[in-house]
């Protein structure tokens, strides 16, 4: 199924290799202006060959909005858009046309489909996250008229780990450095160690926190389509995502309920609690507390060294590895991770709308 | 949204004081042989009052089914199905009626609907789990004759943690302690300290883990509702549910890509893997090795102390702790995770029928 | 498919000689008062033995909410019900098991799940418009405070037919007789044919007409899902039905442009139009006019004569007619159409909410 | 909402005079040829300009696919797909930005959304239908394999009416006119009537009937989502779509049971009836014999005279009628009815394959 969400919905097409990857955005609020280059910066983001430590891949992956706009502004139809691939060097993946990869997909789509595009990994291909960035900024683009504020960064790569909690730092630093963590001296060891993996033409895998604040309570349904289910369910589809928690996560279940436990207590006249271990969701439902959770991703599959594989018919085979790869997903799936977030909010709070006459 | 799965779908309905808990199942594949002891049993396995670390409450909840079944055999019709409440002690929750207890889906409900229904938590109870295990058992009868193999255990309860790999213990042991962990001597340490715990009149988190043996490859779709995000999407679906992993989890990101790769080799005929760090699952996409992964559950929230906190007008209140309690969830989770499972993985290969003419 | 409906939304479930029919009722919004008496007068309509015209079955058909319900308000939580099934005949279908009635679903169903429950029909019994009977009674109450009025009646049995428009008729006197068509004379030429028939052992068909008033402008979504497709759908999925139009329909086919268009005139302050050739919606959406359309019916496939027809080896058989059967379905059709309108226009409101933020 | 189907979807956007139009295919079988000449000639059917009846503008409309094809076959995964516009005369509506014309979508729209694109119609355009086309060319590639054969035609325009039933003439012969009816003499008069009305300025609306041949028993669920419930949904979403009956349809109403039931017999070793009056669907699921229905087309709302109509601020304004428009809808929507009816069709077959293990 290539549709995700409610209300607010991305369905999304497009392999590494074909003609262009895009989707259909439904169920876009009318009357939102539309910033494209608020939607192009954030395409951006995710752009390979933006840094040192990313594929030196130069795409420049131009959003082109086929419909749903007008004048500057949504109609409340459908947001048709598509970035048209460039730039592919498919002849690189010749040899790869009947040859199962380690840990990708190769394997999985011959038996479920009897056949798959080898170019580039096709479908399987994390230019798919493309079509993310784009429905990912339109929400946000609705999200910052509510004064909702999402931000994820690089919590840890390898062993490389982020101190503390997220209110140790400012995340307004998250930008300044190409691994898209908050505290300057935790980024350049997590760069330096990015930087030595891929001299040795291997991979590292990481952590990517994000916080949403300024949620309305009340976003999230009781039973199935918690609001953390629907954010797991949008992380765990990223590609090479392993792992999901929220608030405490799963250090949390060594304490007792006694320690877990958020009290309440007023301020400012409002209704709060002195601690947030519950991440900001309570029964499923978002209480107006921060958001936050912590997404898992694997060192990528493609390593640039020599590899004992299989072919089709079974058949032991050397891949001579060759093309140019990240070592490390991180940098740029922190705008992904934020786009599947903005999308599960704006359509909770869409569909929350749906709850009272 | 009431509603889990594509193709089989379980809608549920039910709050811990009403009338009953039950739902209808939708998709279940005709002229499937129904074992009724079966169900009852698997109900069973997650009725409260089974032993001595569960909450003493005593509930047949004997499930009745209404439709769907003839002679024996699922027609493909829906099953619709109830288990009526009984001994409900709702005067105790009286002094509830206005009071936002911690941790609790009180306070967002509230916010969410305007008003709620005060018993027992109500529809945010973990009773609405019955409807679970009815519709999991259902499932596995399907995934049964496919030879499909489904086990859940405590891995974890506190610090209390299960040594070592699912694969160094015999998991038909599971059941043959009340703490449902297959290693007999960490199961006497996790039941002495739920029994500590309680004692305390508090509550501790723990770990499930469950594998799926036998599953055949090509179940999940590739970009969103891979297998891995729509058994994550069931697991924090569960009560007290904070995390979610598959294969190598959290514990993965500090390893290189050379490490984590699963070579491909020929066994018997057959393509496998000389490891499984990928826990079974390629590209969102079953490839035939065992199926792994780890929920985290916080200790829940109800504990047996005198608690501070608010009501609904935001004054300050002193909670007496009262009613029935579990001060551990993960022994009934168990079933809980397992009929998840069982639901997703029929549903997924129900759906991947239709990739083929 | 057994759920209809998008964000209000009925999961049904039943057998005509099971346990029960019933169902889950989804997204039906919180704090609305439920009237119970108002349920099952609703349901009362349609029940067996009401009057001379319909079927002598006695079934009381009594409602029972499981959930969803408290201290009389709807909590926003599902509302799953039941209506148990009683005075079944089932040793009258004995001689059907292994046979198939001409026209009716006997055959479809048994190439569709290899094999059936025979008893009443099972599943393809109009008994399971029950559960649509009480989805519409809720979807009612929260309509009535909105101020929209549905009514339908019988406007047409085999070759009688009402006159006119129906603005022609007083819609209040719809239950004024046992056919449910507004204007008496009319009403007692249907009642006499459908008499008439059943002395003759046969059944037949007829057109109910239904109208909606003071529906808000702006239900109903612009390409697929448009306002009429849904009400096509619900009206297509009664049983018996087989065709539907609203608005001019099949007659305004011969009509120019210049005739049937709606010429926008002011009327107190309001945007309306001189004339409704449109149904009350334009562009797959509702502008405020009165909705209406109609709904043909075909006789009933049942009748009481003996019948030559095959068994499942494809033998010719002789089938004894017997059993208590309706002669015509309109009377008691008239409520089912109401409850769907009903329920597709309360899902179009609460949808609708969803286009703006 | 603007997708169409459950395991075959299409996922539709685009305006008239936006940048284009398109959609995605989701859930297209894998391995399936696809024929690139026969997609377009499928969508140069519903092309401006074929014809001197209907409407002169020249539009290539070329359709681009994006993803999902390689080398020649469907891989599986979505499929991309669009038509950019062209020779769009968009200053032609700057005399219709803040004004509401009869009987078109322009007043519900600005109702709806709070603002509109006036040009064209914008969404609301039948130009949406050619992401129909492309979609169900797509399932008939694919129902083509399975010998399914679909054929509408134009039965009625105005008053001039095909005498008889569909299997009076032969079907091949529709292609061999250009007001699609497969009786030349007929064809001949519905040409002159719409030269006609075509001269006056005006419009005129007509009936379509449709005929799917060899469709296996069991496609159609039995309570919602019946075949002939979701074929008339998708007819019903087709622009000036004002009706849907299939089988006998309205006519049948005025029969009798013993008249109207299609009495099984036995012809070369299958079972099948000697009528057909149910349409070829019993119970809501296809029994084998032909499927066939008609829908009723409004004349379209645009006419080239003068019109009265009102402005956004409710004053009265003269429209000055200009555009190149079609005097009929009906030659153009044949290939868009069958298109929804071979969608409809590889859908239920699809979702059919999950009815049994």
């Known amino acids: 199924m290539n549709t995700f969400g409610t209300i607010f919905r991305l369905t999304s097409f497009g392999e590494s290799h074909g003609t262009g990857v895009g989707g259909v955005i439904d169920g876009m609020p009318a009357g939102i202006a539309v910033d494209m280059e608020f939607i192009q910066h954030e395409l951006n983001r995710r752009r390979p060959g933006q840094s040192a430590i990313v ?10 909005i086929l419909s749903g706009v007008f004048e500057g502004k949504t109609t409340g139809t459908p947001i048709g858009f598509v970035v048209y691939n460039q730039n592919q060097h498919s002849a690189d993946y010749d040899s790869l ?16 489909y009897g056949w ?15 079509s993310r960035c784009v ?7 609705a999200l910052n008229t509510l004064g909702v504020d999402i931000k994820a960064f690089t919590s840890q790569v390898g062993p490389v780990t982020l101190k503390g909690s997220y209110q140790d730092y400012n995340l307004d630093d998250i930008e ?41 309570p009340c976003l999230g349904e009781p039973v ?26 799963f250090d949390g279940v060594q304490y007792r309920g006694s320690e877990m436990n958020d009290v309440f207590t007023r301020r400012e006249n409002r209704i709060t609690t002195l601690t947030n271990h519950s991440g900001g969701i309570q029964g499923g439902i978002s209480n107006g507390e921060d958001i936050y959770f912590r997404v898992a991703f694997k060192p990528i599959a493609t390593i640039l060294r020599d590899i004992r594989t299989l072919d089709y018919a079974g058949n032991p085979i050397n891949l001579k590895a060759k ?13 992904i991770v934020e786009a599947m977030t903005a999308m599960v909010l704006l359509d909770h709070y869409l569909l929350n709308k749906t709850r009272h006459l």
């Open 55 to 64: 594929t030196p891949r130069k795409e420049s992956d131009t959003v082109e």
């Open 97 to 112: 046309r009947q040859v199962y990869r380690p840990s990708h997909a190769d394997y999985t789509y011959q038996q479920k």
């Open 116 to 130: 798959r595009d080898h170019r580039g990994g096709g479908r399987s291909s994390a230019r798919e996250t493309i």
């Open 135 to 141: 429905a990912g900024a339109f929400a946000k683009l």
């Open 176 to 216: 300044k450095n190409i691994v898209r963590c908050p505290d300057a001296d935790t980024a350049e060891k997590m760069i330096e160690l990015i930087a030595e993996v891929r001299e040795e033409g291997d991979t590292i895998g990481g952590v990517i926190t994000c916080v949403a604040r300024h949620v309305p």
């Open 224 to 249: 199935f389509n918690k609001l953390h289910a629907d954010l797991g369910s949008a992380m765990l589809s990223i590609n090479a995502a392993k792992g999901f928690e929220y608030g405490m996560g």
């Open 323 to 335: 093309g140019r790869h990240d070592p490390c997903v991180l940098p740029r799936a922190v705008p």
